[in-house]
């Protein structure tokens, strides 16, 4: 019956610190096929290895890259979905400076439709807006 243990990191490990973990001894065999006691052979009780062996296990921990955040999040795409189901009058400034008033009524990857009242819908590219903002806050900075 063979006295061997099993290593397994330790959260004190990954973190960085240092807490080194006894090694299990190698059996050195001569040619006989008989191992050395205790008191034979030139060794340091394994610590040089430990220490060695915890190096390696830190620096492959911290090899690990970050994945990079996602591209897409989403988040201009809730914005259009919650001003269109609110028909929210909204102010579209394009590139030249132009503005365009209207409700959203629809959007997808490239452009928007933008209804007005007292003029023709608009189909805008995406690429063509500079900003846009709420009808309502144009109004309250006038009567400021």
Do not use: C
Not at 31 to 42: E, I
Not at 60 to 88: C, G, S, W
Request: glycine share 8%.
């Amino acid at each position: 019956m063979s006295n061997r243990k099993l290593i397994r990191t330790t959260l004190a490990e990954v973190k960085g610190k240092e807490r080194i973990l006894p090694q299990p001894r190698e059996r050195e065999r001569s040619n006989n096929g008989s191992h050395r006691g205790p008191g034979g052979g030139d060794r340091d009780g394994g610590r040089d290895s430990g220490r060695e062996n915890a190096r390696a296990q830190q620096s492959a921990v911290q090899v690990r890259k970050r994945t990079p955040p996602p591209m897409e999040t989403n988040a201009e795409l809730f914005y259009y979905k919650k001003q269109i189901d609110a028909h929210t009058p909204m102010v579209i400034v394009l590139l030249d400076g132009e503005e365009i008033e209207g409700t959203i009524e629809w959007y997808d990857r490239g452009a928007l439709k933008v209804n007005r009242k007292s003029a023709p819908n608009l189909l805008l590219l995406k690429r063509n807006v500079k900003y846009m903002f709420k009808a309502e806050d144009r109004v309250a900075e006038a009567t400021e």
